[in-house]
């Protein structure tokens, strides 16, 4: 069965950081895309990051560009969302994802003064 | 960036009936390997969205064969042939052809 685990959410202060987690089991971790989610209290679905196989492929949506870094341990089966300068818009449950298939609970991050 | 269009915002359907979801793209999704990264996905209140649809027609493993999509090009549907009560919540499509990777704003379904 397929799991996916986040872990690292919290309330913070606008500017200050945060680092997600994401353990991965039950398919082929180091084969997979990874990806990062995220849903405002109450709202849709945003897109924030994406990090291929082998991280050599990164991407991320503007609004958290150069903010935000992705990175993953194939070894570990996790993936990380480093949030750095956080703003209160960011506030949101934020879900990772494996390929499109499989997401996992979603951890909520809450950005306010 | 790809805009996702969904309609309705809000559908509610007596159980047994029938249910229909558009969503409309403002680009084509076809990609340049021919295929069209254009999925639906399920969220009931308090949980994660589900997969229930990928690559425009294709139904994931254990969704119900009540569940269909089409489409092409820029327009896509789903389509629920009888409605039952585990159906409610809201659902999205969603596009992987063009990053960003995008949503549609939801339609959440209810029981009427």
């Known amino acids: 069965e397929v799991q996916l685990v986040e872990s690292g959410g919290g309330s913070v202060q606008p500017g200050e950081s945060l680092r997600l987690s994401c353990a991965g089991s039950?398919?082929?971790?180091?084969?997979?895309?990874m990806h990062w989610v995220r849903q405002p209290p109450g709202k849709g679905l945003e897109w924030v990051s994406r990090?291929?196989?082998?991280?050599?492929?990164?991407t991320y949506a503007d609004s958290v560009k150069g903010r935000f870094t992705v990175f993953r341990d194939n070894a570990k089966k996790t993936v990380s969302l480093q949030m750095n300068r956080l703003r209160v818009e960011d506030t949101a449950v934020y879900y990772c994802?494996?390929?499109?298939?499989?997401w996992g609970q979603g951890t909520l991050v809450t950005v306010s003064s | 960036d790809v805009v996702l269009t969904q309609s309705p915002l809000s559908l509610p359907v007596t159980l047994g009936q029938p249910a229909s979801i558009s969503c409309r793209s403002s680009?084509?999704?076809?990609?340049?390997?021919?295929?069209?990264?254009f999925n639906w996905f399920h969220q009931r209140p308090g949980q994660s969205p589900r997969r229930l649809i990928y690559?425009?027609?294709n139904r994931d493993s254990g969704v119900p064969d009540r569940f269909s999509g089409s489409g092409s090009g820029t327009a896509f549907t789903l389509r629920i042939s009888r409605v039952e009560a585990e159906d409610v919540g809201i659902y999205y499509c969603?596009?992987?052809?063009?990053?960003?990777?995008?949503f549609g704003q939801g339609t959440k379904l209810e029981i009427k």
């Open positions: 990090l291929n196989s082998d991280a050599t492929v990164t």
């Open positions: 039950g398919f082929t971790f180091s084969d997979s895309w």
């Open positions: 969603m596009q992987y052809t063009r990053w960003p990777y995008t």
């Open positions: 994802m494996s390929g499109t298939d499989h």
């Open positions: 690559k425009v027609s």
């Open positions: 680009q084509s999704l076809l990609h340049s390997d021919g295929n069209i990264y």
